[in-house]
């Protein structure tokens, strides 16, 4: 999605875009101090955030009927959800939607907070019952001799009948209505360049694939740079609202806010 940015590969005008590489907790974490004009963020941490960001319409990662995954060194039982009341569960971060999805699936558990690429090791030495994997750990947990428990993707779309927004890209709003409206622009070129320049634009993200071969790296995109990713349309915004919604009702955001999502077209 970003190296068209990155690299120059689109008119921006005056605008210049530095391209810093940081996990999404990280980020999350930052965005919370105002320190980034644009990033990416958990939807989830999104609730934390909406009086200084604005959402942006494209760039999301949203997972139709799929999503982040729980894993254990065990098969499922009968009924996983059930079975994982009072578990200890590796996550990768309080403010990722991974953890704000796996509250709505269970409530009950134990988490422990690890780095998301440590959590495969972490579960398979025992230092956790579960694991709930983002990234890569979605499509590579099997290698590793790890059991899928629940796919919170589909648990989420059997609910909801929804796909699940679990990514999306925030801009600062003190940056003001017209610059806005011009970095949602560049970023939606970016993400349209990308999709039609997709060779190139996997060679690039190989880079950051974490050991995953070019077919991997193809499949793993594929998941999440999709129709949502150019614009949220209304079905990813009435996702958006829905799981922002449960998540205030369940009490794991303080209250559902309304959300601004700022579009190129705007």
């Given at each position: 999605m970003?190296?068209?940015?990155?690299?120059?590969?689109?008119?921006?005008?005056?605008?210049?875009?530095?391209?810093?590489?940081?996990?999404?907790?990280?980020?999350?974490?930052?965005?919370?101090?105002?320190?980034?004009?644009v990033s990416a963020v958990s939807l989830h941490?999104?609730?934390y955030l909406a009086e200084r960001y604005a959402l942006l319409a494209h760039g999301a990662s949203i997972g139709d009927r799929y999503g982040p995954r729980l894993v254990a060194r065990s098969k499922a039982p009968p009924d996983a959800r059930a079975a994982c009341a009072g578990l200890r569960i590796a996550?990768?971060?309080?403010?990722?939607?991974?953890?704000?999805?796996?509250?709505?699936?269970?409530?009950?558990?134990e988490p422990v907070v690890v780095p998301f690429d440590q959590i495969e090791d972490y579960v398979a030495k025992g230092k956790?019952?579960?694991?709930?994997?983002?990234?890569?750990?979605?499509?590579?947990?099997?290698?590793g001799g790890?059991?899928?428990?629940?796919?919170?993707?589909?648990?989420w779309y059997a609910e909801t009948g929804l796909p699940l927004p679990l990514g999306g890209n925030v801009v600062r709003r003190d940056l003001g209505d017209d610059l806005m409206r011009e970095i949602a622009r560049d970023l939606k070129a970016s993400i349209e360049y990308a999709l039609a320049h997709r060779q190139e634009a996997l060679v690039h993200a190989?880079?950051?694939?974490?050991?995953l071969d070019l077919r991997d790296t193809d499949r793993f995109v594929g998941m999440y740079v999709n129709r949502f990713t150019v614009d949220y349309g209304p079905t990813g915004r009435r996702a958006v609202t829905e799981l922002l919604t449960r998540a205030a009702g369940a009490g794991i955001i303080p209250e559902a806010i309304e959300v601004h999502f700022v579009s190129a077209v705007d």
């Open positions: 970003f190296w068209p940015l990155a690299v120059g590969r689109i008119d921006t005008g005056a605008r210049r875009y530095v391209h810093e590489l940081a996990d999404i907790e990280s980020l999350n974490q930052r965005a919370r101090t105002g320190e980034l004009e941490a999104y609730a996550i990768p971060g309080v403010l990722t939607t991974a953890y704000l999805t796996l509250r709505l699936y269970q409530p009950e558990f956790a019952d579960l694991g709930l994997l983002i990234h890569e750990g979605q499509i590579t947990h099997e290698q790890l059991h899928l428990w629940a796919d919170m993707g589909e648990w190989r880079q950051f694939s974490r050991g």
